[in-house]
């Protein structure tokens, strides 16, 4: 069986943009897997900390994080229908993008990742982070990054 390639999205026109370019320089017929990530929930808004009691209801939470996983779920099958491939596994991870990605790829054992980059310069990446760039230099396998500037 091949390898999957995980092809990441937030399910913009960017990103769809950024996967097709991307996903059009591997071998044609590469088996594909679409991810997107949700932040990591946050248990404290619920238990509080310290002296500190929570600000939210159990089910307050559990609606914000049903609503997060839904939307990611939409964003996954738009970007599978704009690129094509309906039928391809989908996957929703959870905690920071980066990281998150990166542990998928290890435990898939992915062919290579094809992720966009918004194209920010040196200084607002230093300031917000940059998916891209830590999935670059913390991947277990090649990555393709492709700009948004790239179709």
Excluded: N, W
Excluded at 87 to 93: N, S
Excluded at 110 to 139: E, F, P, Y
């Amino acid at each position: 069986m091949d390898r999957t390639v995980l092809a990441c999205t937030d399910g913009s026109e960017l990103a769809i943009d950024a996967l097709r370019a991307g996903l059009a320089l591997l071998r044609p017929g590469s088996a594909v897997t679409f991810v997107t990530a949700v932040p990591a929930p946050d248990g404290t808004l619920v238990t509080g900390v310290g002296m500190a009691g929570g600000v939210m209801s159990a089910e307050t939470y559990e609606q914000i994080a049903d609503d997060a996983r839904r939307e990611a779920e939409d964003a996954l099958d738009r970007t599978a229908a704009a690129l094509g491939r309906e039928d391809a596994p989908k996957r929703v991870i959870e905690g920071p993008p980066g990281p998150a990605v990166c542990a998928l790829a290890a435990d898939l054992d992915a062919a290579a990742i094809v992720i966009g980059s918004r194209g920010r310069g040196g200084l607002r990446r230093a300031v917000l982070g940059s998916v891209s760039d830590h999935v670059v230099r913390h991947a277990p396998c090649p990555v393709v990054v492709s700009g948004p500037r790239a179709t």
